[in-house]
């Protein structure tokens, strides 16, 4: 079959004879496309190459062939990128978040005391023992993190005014724990 130049014919006639090698160089490059995210990409190719061709250069299947090949394979390889991005972000985040150390039943990281001065351990530790959970994070995050309220509710999922009165129950019940 002789080659028809692109100027005499429109893309969509060009296009029916040649869909094929869109679907032909996904499954030579092994790619699943659900989303036909990849036959976008493929007929968006076809027609860069239906604009750009140059009949003296070489035939149009070749150019065809070449330019939907590589523009899949950059998208392939710009997908698996961003899928190690993610991955190395996640990754992060989970060894931020749990780093093998726990105090009891809760999310936070065990507090690294080390650069704080404290006078008396076990009363700090006496006094941090009759704090809830939620008394603790807001120790933890509100005092020795700085963290703001609004932040706090936020990472925590809940109202400022809640985190509010986390604080105020754990003040009160520091300062009981200090008078004893």
């Not at 003296?56 to 065809?64: A, C, D, V």
């Amino acid at each position: 079959m002789k080659e028809k130049e692109p100027g005499k014919f429109t893309f969509e006639e060009i296009f029916k004879q040649n869909e094929n090698r869109i679907h032909f160089h996904i499954h030579q490059l092994g790619i699943r496309d659900p989303a036909r995210e990849f036959y976008t990409e493929g007929l968006y190719a076809m027609w860069l190459a239906y604009k750009k061709y140059e009949p003296e250069k070489g035939p149009l299947s070749t150019y065809f062939n070449y330019t939907i090949r590589n523009r899949l394979i950059d998208l392939l390889r710009k997908k698996l990128t961003d899928e190690q991005q993610q991955d190395d972000y996640i990754q992060k985040e989970k060894s931020t978040l749990s780093n093998g150390n726990h105090y009891g039943d809760s999310k936070l990281p065990v507090m690294d005391w080390s650069d704080i001065k404290v006078e008396d351990e076990k009363l700090w530790e006496q006094a941090f023992s009759k704090l809830s959970e939620k008394q603790r994070k807001w120790v933890y995050y509100y005092i020795i993190r700085d963290m703001s309220l609004k932040e706090i509710a936020k990472q925590e999922g809940t109202s400022v005014e809640a985190v509010k009165d986390w604080g105020k129950q754990a003040r009160k019940k520091l300062k009981e724990a200090l008078k004893d």
